[in-house]
């Protein structure tokens, strides 16, 4: 049977046509909710073939039938033979038709018709997923050409990572090329070995701009090598790279930085970028490895700061942790709930850094939170809600404890910062998902 549905976007046909080509795209489109990655995309959607990883080493082949496809309308494409071979995947039928009709110069029908004996339900919000994202998208892709952003050559490390791989993708779909500074082998023309403690000073030739995401996880025990590797992986090498940036007339210089630079009590106080810091432990780390993005000589160089919240997404971070905990019906708030969690969708926080390579008028530190913070009694409610699960089992404030310790568990999950994005607001700039009913339906595939 077959699942179709229509979306009017508002773009040329042509435009909505070429980005699906360029790479990235088919990473920007898959729902984050399935445990699904993106390995190879079709070079050509006339005859290529896509590869996707599914859990327990299962691959989904995808390839393009050349008889159907009309250049700048339609594309189809249906699990190859080779998926086939796959026991789990024999009984699954897939063919997945897409057409970009025009409706006028400036805009276009996105018709998807998916063939397949998977649950209906499940393909609907597949679809719906991806319209809503192709739309938004292309939305950051037109105000950015607006403000004057030509094709960018970017290196960008921590690409492997949540925020890395979404970033990169979008990047790439806009018509960028993203080099990714990797410690490892490279795999290609467009990866570069990075040297965390002494880079290469060939790393950087003809890159734009910097992105600069890496640093092992904060999430565990704060023992003496926990603190270690948190400081380590932060200081040197940002201060390092940002040298090395400025030396070779890179144009901007955007690094990762957090919002545990308020300190983990931070009262009840709204805070914009030029709050006084914390004294803590992470506070601290924060406060370094900011200044350590300022290292190296003054030649003009634009630098950015983007001081992350909790960012949603069932990939990673705080809401891969609680989801299978509300999905079983366990969520509940933690300790008395009225902790401020300054949170911010995936999408949004990938928007920011975009924002940071074409915004002229944006640099030193950023907040990159939504601008509606909530008590961590109101996020449980919330995701219980989405989820449509009771919220019944609060969690007492000694149980992260006993998982993290008595500074883990003040640092990380009963911490409170109100943080607000006083510079993006001050900018203009426009959320895709401003409350957190609507960032937290979005990414689970839920309606709200």
Known sequence: ??????????????????????????????????????????????????????????????????????????????????GLGQAPLRPIHWRHEHHILPDGPQQCVLRDEVTTNMPQKLVRRMLAYRHRQLAEDLQVHQRAAQHGMAPLTVALTGSHGMVGTSLGALLESGGHRVIRLVRSAPQGPNERVWNPENPDESCLDGCDA??????????????????????????????????????????????????????????????????????????????????????????????????????????????????????????????????????????????????????????????????????????????AKVLRRPEIFPVPAFGPRLLLGDEGAQLLALASQRVVPAKLSARGHTFRSAELPDALAHCLGREH
């Open 210 to 383: 910097v992105v600069h995401l890496a640093g092992a996880s904060i999430a565990g025990r704060f023992n003496n090598e926990h603190r270690r590797k948190i400081r380590d992986s932060r200081i040197g090498p940002t201060r390092r790279l940002a040298q090395l940036a400025a030396q070779s007339g890179v144009a901007v210089f955007v690094s990762a930085s957090a919002i545990g630079l308020y300190g983990a009590d931070a009262g009840e106080e709204e805070l914009a970028e030029d709050a006084p810091h914390g004294r803590d432990f992470l506070a601290e780390v924060v406060r370094d490895w900011e200044q350590a993005a300022l290292a190296g000589p003054d030649t003009g160089m634009r630098r950015v700061q983007v001081r992350t919240g909790l960012v949603q997404s069932p990939t990673g971070g705080l809401l891969r942790q609680l989801r299978p905990l509300y999905e079983a019906g366990l969520g509940g708030r933690l300790g008395d709930g009225q902790q401020w969690q300054s949170w911010i969708g995936l999408d949004d926080l990938v928007d920011i850094y975009h924002r940071a390579l074409w915004d002229g008028e944006l640099q030193g530190p950023v907040n990159a939170t939504a601008p509606t913070p909530v008590r961590n009694s109101e996020y449980s409610a919330v995701l």
């Open 1 to 82: 049977m077959a699942v179709i549905l229509e979306t009017k976007i508002p773009f040329p046909s042509d435009d909505v046509f070429a980005w699906h080509e360029r790479p990235g795209a088919m990473n920007r489109l898959l729902p984050p909710w399935q445990p699904v990655r993106a390995l190879s995309q079709a070079q050509d959607l006339r005859d290529g073939s896509s590869e996707l990883a599914l859990p327990a080493g299962l691959r989904w082949h995808a390839r393009h039938l050349s008889s159907e496809y009309i250049p700048g309308r339609v594309f189809v494409d249906e699990l190859a033979p080779q």
